[in-house]
């Protein structure tokens, strides 16, 4: 049977692979992402979808609750998939209201809408808010701590994190209070195309070709659970599918790596695409691997992070054993596709750094 997704965020880097994904996968099922377009809403990386005509986009604001009741309404929206948030911890640290405003009070008013009109006006609870959430939520772990698994007490420590944790036991309180069918998914780093490049991976390739430092907080030794982005998609999908209602389901990589370790990976990476394809060196000139150096001289060690969580790592045994989640690319190919991606996207990237994204940059790494 068709469908209709309302997808929250869906001109972000989750939201547009999962509207890509989804057109892609269900033929006859229609997409409506509902999109702010804030500094990290990118309209131009809907390209591909808005040549579907079963994709339409709408620019407004999860808070205003009018405007969603009306899309639930007149677009017969079955099911919403919530990836809409402020979701940079290092903004978190420097101005967290937004991330309250958005995150919480955002999270809440979409909740609202969806009682009102599914609960209360249709009287049908079989649709499905699905909430994208993460895995810092749980907060942080030493060497020997076993994985965040469903049961790990929250213990947010950024006011990215807090304000998802918020959003997430709201979520869980609109099931158990309302009976709001919900399903909610914790998920590790992801990377990919159409990532913004304020995150590690995307900010290091940018780097790396434009010959500028790349910034290691602290001692480098934080460990992340790196997914690539479609594995996520992926994960949602069998949630919003086959997920028991009002459940939680945790999507990993089982990837651990060290920031450094990334780094200099990906630092490895380019030098052998540039000893590859010889044209790299004229169109980035400034790329270490252009003059004759290794990338990884650029690794510039940096002030932490204020609170940086030293360890995330995911046990996605319950979505593995219940709904047959599994990742299916390998890290040292997904990294690659990544990287090939942003070779072959300059302009999008481009783009996106002749925007606040710079004024971001100046602010945070000095100009
Ligand atoms: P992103 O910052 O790239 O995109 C967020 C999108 O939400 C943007 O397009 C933005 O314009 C939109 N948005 C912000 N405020 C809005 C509002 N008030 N109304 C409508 N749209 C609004 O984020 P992302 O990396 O794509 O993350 C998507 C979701 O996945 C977030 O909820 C995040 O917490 C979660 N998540 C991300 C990761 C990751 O590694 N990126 C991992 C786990 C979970
Ligand atoms: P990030 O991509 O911001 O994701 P998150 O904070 O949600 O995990 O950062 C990933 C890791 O990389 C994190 O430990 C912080 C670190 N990091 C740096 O060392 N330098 C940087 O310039 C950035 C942006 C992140």
Not at 24 to 46: F, M, T
Not at 230 to 245: Q, S
Not at 278 to 283: F, G, N
């Amino acid at each position: 049977m068709s469908k209709t997704l309302l997808v929250t965020g869906g001109a972000g880097f989750i939201g547009v692979n999962f509207c890509n994904y989804w057109l892609k996968k269900y033929p006859d099922d229609q997409v409506i992402a509902l999109d702010i377009l804030s500094y990290a809403g990118n309209r131009h990386s809907l390209e591909q979808a808005e040549k579907n005509d079963r994709f339409s986009f709408v620019k407004g604001d999860i808070l205003d609750q009018s405007l969603v009741e009306t899309l639930l309404r007149e677009q017969k929206v079955d099911d919403i998939v919530h990836f809409a948030a402020e979701s940079h911890v290092d903004r978190s640290i420097t101005g967290p209201d937004q991330f309250l405003e958005t995150n919480i009070i955002g999270t809440h008013s979409l909740l609202k809408a969806a009682r009102q009109v599914w609960l209360t006006e249709q009287a049908d609870s079989t649709h499905r808010f699905h909430h994208v959430s993460t895995d810092e939520v749980y907060g942080t772990l030493t060497a020997d701590d076993p994985a965040f698994s469903e049961t790990t007490a929250y213990q947010p420590n950024s006011p990215y994190s807090a304000s998802k944790a918020a959003s997430d036991h709201m979520v869980r309180a609109y099931h158990h209070t309302y009976g709001l069918d919900v399903t909610t998914s914790n998920c590790s780093n992801n990377y990919g195309p159409f990532h913004f490049p304020e995150k590690l991976i995307p900010l290091c390739i940018i780097n790396i070709l434009s010959g500028k430092p790349l910034p290691i907080y602290g001692d480098g030794q934080q460990i992340r659970d790196w997914l690539y982005v479609e594995d996520h998609c992926r994960g949602i999908d069998l949630v919003l599918t086959n997920g028991r209602a009002g459940e939680t389901y945790n999507i990993g990589g089982n990837n651990e790596k060290a920031n450094i370790d990334l780094v200099k990976a990906l630092c490895d990476l380019v030098d052998a695409r540039f000893a590859e394809q010889t044209d790299l060196k004229q169109r980035f000139p400034d790329a270490p691997a252009s003059k004759g150096q290794a990338s990884d001289s650029l690794i510039t060690y940096v002030a932490d992070r204020p609170g940086h969580d030293r360890r995330y790592a995911v046990d996605a045994s319950k979505a593995s054993n219940e709904l047959g989640y599994e990742p299916q690319e390998s890290f040292e190919n997904a990294l690659g596709k990544t990287l090939d991606w942003y070779l072959d996207n300059e302009n999008w990237w481009r783009t996106v750094l002749d925007g606040s994204y710079r004024d971001w940059i100046d602010e945070q790494y000095g100009s």
